[in-house]
Antibody, heavy 124, light 107 residues
């Protein structure tokens, strides 16, 4: 069974940093792209970014709203992916989800499996 | 960025009703479209990918269709467990974008 468990959320002041982690199990982590999305209170879903696999040099894509502030890091040896969030803003307050992409030839399908989500609150 | 517009924004239907939700992309996305269900306080769940394919474990009462710019999600016979918010998402080009959601209520 695929499991994705986020951790590391909490309360942080504007301008601060936070690192979210997503522990994966039930599949060969190193073979998959991984995604992050978020949901601000009472609003819809927003894609945050994607991490490709080792075969694609662990390259990443980011939403414009987080580019230059957020970094997705992978640790295939620990079956985990991290979202390093710097220079946090009040508008980054949201529930953050990690998700697994699946290769369904010839394309990667994002968000096939989701974690339970973790709350991040940016406030002074 | 590609804008995804869902309609209606909310609907109320009776048990057993056939329900259809539409999603329109601001430019062509081939069939790179997914649908998700989200119950209050829970993580989203994938219902459809590639516009019409169901992941394993998703009931066949859910179906998707469309290509290019216009897509639909249909629930053939609405059941109490189907309440929640439904989102479409395009993954044809970055940034991936979601529709604004459709809230489904049971009458």
């Amino acid at each position: 069974e695929v499991q994705l468990v986020e951790s590391g959320g909490g309360l942080v002041q504007p301008g601060g940093s936070l690192r979210l982690s997503c522990a994966a199990s039930g599949f060969t982590f190193s073979d998959h792209y991984m995604e992050w999305a978020r949901q601000a209170p009472g609003t819809g879903l927003e894609w945050v970014g994607r991490s490709r696999d080792k075969a694609h040099s662990y390259s990443a894509e980011y939403a414009a709203s987080v580019k230059g502030r957020f970094t997705i890091l992978r640790d295939d040896s620990k079956n985990s992916v991290h979202l390093q969030m710097n220079s946090l803003k009040i508008e980054d307050t949201a529930v953050y989800y990690c998700a697994r992409s699946v290769f369904l030839g010839p394309y990667w399908v994002p968000f096939v499996d989701w974690g339970q989500g973790i709350q991040v609150t940016v406030s002074s | 960025d590609i804008q995804m517009t869902q309609s209606p924004s909310s609907l109320s239907a009776s048990i057993g009703d056939r329900v259809t939700i539409t999603c329109r992309a601001s430019q062509g996305i081939s069939n790179f479209l997914a649908w998700f269900q989200q119950r209050p306080g829970k993580a989203p769940k994938t219902l459809i990918y590639a516009a019409s394919s169901l992941p394993s474990g998703v009931p066949s009462k859910f179906s998707g269709s469309g290509s290019g710019t216009d897509f639909t999600l249909t629930i053939s016979s609405l059941q109490p467990e189907d309440f929640g918010t439904y989102y479409c998402q395009q993954y044809h080009v970055y940034p991936f974008t979601f529709g604004g959601g459709t809230v489904v209520e049971i009458k």
